[in-house]
């Protein structure tokens, strides 16, 4: 089966007095990286967010993004910074004894300075908030995981589709090269006639050279292998496993034996045909970047 490493999804919940939003997006990395952007007070189950996605994803950079809105109105609390009174109010007496005067605490004075009463509106509590924060998060990895196997299954079409057509690339330098060396011979045959003239021709010489230049410029074993690689491409789309890496290692030899082929052909018509294979299996290597 083969999922992209691209989408999209978004979970909602509601609960406690709050609205909450999960979205995450996925997008290509060669390994599993998942990051998290919270409210600062929910930090603490952050992890959390990161081993339910471990769960069900095996590559990609996921990004997450949880937004929390209120939907009543929180109890404000008030509260004093104790040490910061004291040490006003410590000052203070220091500063009328300095001036040889009398001072007297006044509370109402004290409070009115900066920093010494804050309001604050009290914060939900975040293992009381996680179930709905998990509801949400779930919602958003299923239509993720939905949408990466959509878009995984499209894939999977294109890249089968342009395989068959790189098969049929390689079944014409499979026709082709026996032709090379056939042709060779006949040449050979030519040029030697036309230069030794009235001289006959050393036919066990010739047979030599003919076996010498068939030897070194045969790609058979690299057609056997390439049609190896071609069949266990195939193969990895019906399994149940990620097959992203093994499809990018099998394209690695499949671009080496097509490599080969083209340096030991040693003709025009396969070196054209190679060329085209090429292309068409950088086409097949970009799309593979997609694959999880």
Known sequence: MANSMTGFGRGEAQGLGVQISVEMKSVNNRF???LVKLPRNLNIIEERFRKAVQEKVQRGRIDIYVNIKETEEKKRLVKVDKDLVLSYDNSLKELANLLNTTYKSDLFSLV????VLSVENEETDAEALWPYLNMALQEALNQLIQMRRTEGERLAKDLLKKLDDLSGMVDQ??????QVVAEYQEKLRERLAALLADTSLDEARLITEIAIFADRSSIEEELVRLGSHFEQFTKAFSTNEP???????LIQEMNREINTIGSKANDLEISHIVVQGKSELEKIREQVQNIE
């Open 112 to 115: 009115s300075l900066p920093e």
């Open 32 to 34: 599993l990286e998942v």
């Open 173 to 178: 330098v499979t026709v082709r090269a026996p």
């Open 243 to 249: 097959i992203g890496r093994k499809l990018d290692f």
